[in-house]
């Protein structure tokens, strides 16, 4: 063990894990709240106008086509929602409860407030349905003009959803295009460690008819909290061939820090990729297991059918990739990250890159942004004031612009970790990271962003590399509790 937790809490705006028993409560909507539905529907379902000018807009892809509903509208009094809300659904996350959530939706608030994101994309409804109320509140409509600076966004899907909308709400700061919707969340993925992390629970509710007219109303009023986003850039040279997640995008800049030496030379072209994630980033043993289990899911959709069933899978996957039984292999593939990794970082406060050396018996290495981790575990732990000062670490939150770099040794070591038993192996903590990755015996390395793994074909003559850098802006949260 590394470190016995500490008994200091979280406040509301700080990050913190949730047990399963309380998450589940929570989830079921038990609170002895009565919320009157037609109320609440005067608090969030904007003006008929507005939801037609915006849908316009969005399916033509124009957002001076919701221009004709302002001039036709016939109440031209009419104000805004107290707390206009849209909601993302991604019906594929988790159990498969989209379908039955839209329905319980649309009778809670106006069918234009609520988006499949098989048919509307995030980014669309930000540059088409957001730009007409801009549009709209610079031709002197007080209405879109005071929906547009109350909107509140609910995302109903797992972690990878949820980093989605939010990415595509980031290009928001990009182009100066204020405010930044804050986002609530209705968990429908397998892990919901964002979902956690904010106080929504852990999973859909049993008692969900309930429990989403609740979720409307804590979104509408709930406090506002930060969280940190993390840039990833991989570069690779050039002809290796590699299937990233959708959250990694090509791009034709490479601009790694050069105030780091490589080791080794460097190939004349490279080909790059970049994207953000807000949970965590990891290589690994952990990476590949999850990439496994990835694809048999996506093979045969037919044994998925739920969180349950996909942890029994998962689980199945973490044995048959010989996690547990490494101290009995001497097959270079299944031996420590150390192999092949060399790791740099920039700690709290300092501008200078610092190697970090990776522990031998370290088999997966995770920079991890929450608390929340695997479905609410904390492997970092909440660790003693003393502890933190011997290791020169602060206490950890999720906007204070640094990652907990922990390591993961065999399954066993992990098991201990996700049951909270034990704390996984403190490595560092750091505003910046950069992993050097070499080849040689190692043909591929396994990587994983927000719970999307990938398999990175490796170089025998030349590193990849991976560096992480925080985005300068913080994204907005709306507190669940």
């Known amino acids: 063990m590394d470190s016995p937790a500490s008994g200091s809490g979280e406040t509301a705006t700080r990050v913190g894990t949730r047990g399963s028993v309380i998450d589940s409560i929570r989830g079921c909507g038990l609170s002895g709240m009565r919320i009157d539905k037609e109320e609440l529907r005067r608090r969030l379902v904007m003006p008929q106008y507005l939801r037609f ?83 709209l509140a610079g031709i002197g409509d007080s209405c879109a003009k005071d929906t547009r600076e109350r909107l509140r966004v609910v995302v109903a899907g797992g972690d990878g959803t949820v980093g989605w909308v939010l990415g595509s709400l980031g290009e928001l700061k990009k182009e100066n295009r204020e405010p930044f919707p804050p986002v609530g969340i209705i968990p429908l993925g397998t892990g919901n460690d964002l979902s956690r992390s904010f106080g929504w629970g852990g999973s859909f509710p049993f008692a969900w008819k309930s429990a989403v007219k609740r979720s409307l109303h804590r979104a509408s009023t709930g406090d506002i909290c ?106 270079p593939s299944l031996r420590g990250l150390k192999n092949i990794l060399r790791m740099h970082v920039k700690k709290v406060n300092c501008s200078e890159w610092e190697q970090i050396p990776v522990p031998a018996s370290v088999r997966a290495i995770v920079a991890l942004n929450l608390h929340s981790y695997g479905s609410g575990r904390n492997p970092w732990g909440n660790l003693k004031p003393n502890y933190l000062e011997k290791r020169g670490f602060v206490e950890a939150h999720a906007d204070d612009g640094l990652l907990e770099i922990f390591g993961l040794k065999q399954g066993w070591h992990a098991s201990f970790v996700m049951v909270e038993l034990i704390s996984a192996k403190h490595i560092a903590q750091a505003a910046a990271v950069r992993l050097e990755i070499r080849g040689g015996e190692w043909k591929d390395a396994y990587m994983q962003m927000d719970g999307e793994p990938w398999k990175q074909p490796l170089s025998k003559d030349y590193s990849t590399f991976v560096e992480i850098k925080r985005v300068p802006f913080q994204s907005a949260m709306i507190s669940g509790e």
């Open 53 to 135: 000018a915006m849908r316009d807009a969005i399916r033509l892809q124009d957002p001076t086509a919701g221009e004709a509903r302002f001039h036709e509208r016939t109440d031209l009094n009419v104000g805004a929602p107290e707390a206009p809300i849209v909601v993302f659904i991604n019906a594929r996350s988790g159990g498969r409860h989209g379908p039955e959530l839209k329905e319980r939706l649309l009778q809670l608030i106006a069918e234009e407030q609520v988006f499949d994101l098989k048919d509307v994309k995030p980014h669309e409804f930000v540059q088409y349905g957001l730009k007409c109320l801009e549009m």
């Open 226 to 331: 930060r969280l940190d986003s993390w840039h990833i850039l991989l570069s690779m040279p050039n002809g290796e061939v590699v299937d990233p997640p959708y959250s990694l995008k090509h791009t034709e800049e490479c601009s790694l820090d050069e105030g780091l030496e490589v080791e080794g030379a460097l190939p004349e072209k490279v080909t790059s990729y970049e994207g953000v994630f807000y949970n965590y980033f990891s290589i690994g043993m952990d990476a590949q297991v999850a990439y496994g289990f990835h694809h048999l899911r996506n093979e045969k959709p037919y044994l998925a059918q739920g969180p349950i069933a996909n942890k029994l899978i998962y689980s199945g996957y973490s044995c048959a990739q010989g996690w547990f039984i490494t101290p009995c292999s001497s097959d």
